[in-house]
């Protein structure tokens, strides 16, 4: 299972990409923004595998930006932190984004 380590670095935007900027972080907070809370409902329109979202989700609990409701056993509940529900403007910009520049699909602009 990936572990994460806190970024050392002393830039803000260094500290948060650590988290925010791996491979899955961001289609998981995605997933929530839009309502899911539990581990089998992040997996449908992630593409992740089980293993990796364990790891991604631990990861988002440990940073704070999300909460594992109850913290031990079987069939949590993960939620969005104060910390994660503060990302919200920062996740529409980047949909709004994707929507105007990689519309064609192919990744880049028209």
Same mark, same amino acid.
Do not use: C, N, Q
């Given at each position: 299972m990936k572990q994460f380590e806190p970024s050392r670095s002393p830039c803000p935007v260094g500290r948060a990409s650590r988290i925010l900027g791996d491979r899955w972080v961001m289609l998981i907070l995605r997933e929530a923004f839009l309502g899911a809370t539990r581990f089998e409902e992040f997996l449908p329109n992630t593409g992740i595998n089980r293993a990796a979202l364990t790891s991604r989700?631990?990861? /988002?609990? %440990?940073? #704070?930006?999300?909460?594992?409701i109850p913290p031990e056993g079987h +069939?949590?509940?993960?939620? /969005?932190? %104060?910390? #994660?529900?503060?990302?919200?403007?920062?996740?529409?910009?980047? +949909?709004?984004?994707?929507?105007?520049?990689?519309?064609?699909?192919?990744?880049?602009?028209?």
């Open positions: 989700l631990a990861a /988002l609990v %440990e940073f #704070g930006i999300m909460e594992r +069939r949590a509940e993960y939620r /969005l932190t %104060e910390a #994660g529900r503060a990302l919200h403007p920062m996740m529409a910009e980047i +949909r709004d984004w994707g929507s105007k520049w990689l519309l064609d699909g192919s990744g880049w602009p028209s």
